[in-house]
């Protein structure tokens, strides 16, 4: 069983478009995470969510929407998509509430092209 | 605030030689430091980490960390590599201040490391 799955894996998609990328994790984690890895392969942490609350908002503009129904799930909405949104997006998930020591856990990553 | 920096974007060695991968971090506070690879198209996967302790840290597949305090680096090392071992590796800092709103782990910019035959 796959701990952190990511749907789609590909997404290709025009600019303007609205699109969702889905996470679930069957780890029993408390805090899950939205993380871009641009073409440099750099990371940079854009949500976090603890139990379903937003915990970790940084600049990211507001076309990008985290939902999570519960805390299993993390969900990404992108509205009015842009070149630049092009990247890879990782889901991962941690099981410390308040807590630093524990790993993250990955998803496969979703590979967003927009044209 | 805390920052990393891997000195090296990339890292092309021969198989069965010797190779080292830098990581420095800055931190105001103490920290746990950690080693994730990425293999290609995969996520990240933790490779090792140094919570406490004894600063030399060791993976199951050979490959060993040091936490250097004076020198604030944590970095990674293996004997001898294989071509398995050819990915992208990440060295990542948290800190260790509890705090409601969690945690969160601060990446370097990567090291491809590259194992030729």
């Known amino acids: 069983d796959t701990a952190v799955s990511q749907t789609p894996k590909y997404l290709v998609t025009q600019m303007g478009n609205d699109k969702s990328i889905k996470c679930e994790q069957n780890l029993g984690h408390d805090t899950m995470y939205w993380y871009k890895q641009d073409s440099k392969k750099f990371l940079k942490i854009m949500f976090s969510?603890?139990?379903?609350?937003?915990?970790i908002n940084e600049t990211v503009p507001n076309r990008f929407s985290p939902k999570s129904p519960d805390k299993a799930h993390l969900n990404l909405h992108i509205n009015s998509l842009e070149l630049g949104d092009s990247a890879v997006y990782f889901c991962?998930?941690?099981?410390?509430?308040?807590?630093?020591?524990?790993?993250?856990?990955f998803g496969e990553g979703s590979r967003l092209t927009v044209l | 605030a805390q920052s990393v920096t891997q000195l090296d974007s990339q890292v092309p060695v021969f198989e069965e030689a010797p190779v080292e991968l830098r990581c420095n971090y800055s931190s105001s506070v103490s920290v746990y430091l950690f080693w994730y690879v990425q293999y290609p198209n995969q996520g990240l996967q933790l490779l090792l980490k140094y919570l406490s302790g004894s600063t030399l840290v060791k993976s199951i597949n050979g490959f060993e960390a040091e936490f250097n305090k004076s020198q604030t680096s944590f970095h990674l090392r293996k004997p001898s590599v294989h071509i398995s071992d050819t990915a992208e590796y990440f060295c990542a800092v948290s800190d260790r201040v509890k705090r409601a709103s969690g945690s969160r782990l601060t990446f370097g910019e990567g090291t491809q490391l590259t194992v030729n035959p």
């Open positions: 991962a998930s941690r099981r410390e509430v308040g807590s630093n020591t524990g790993e993250l856990f």
């Open positions: 969510y603890n139990n379903k609350e937003l915990i």
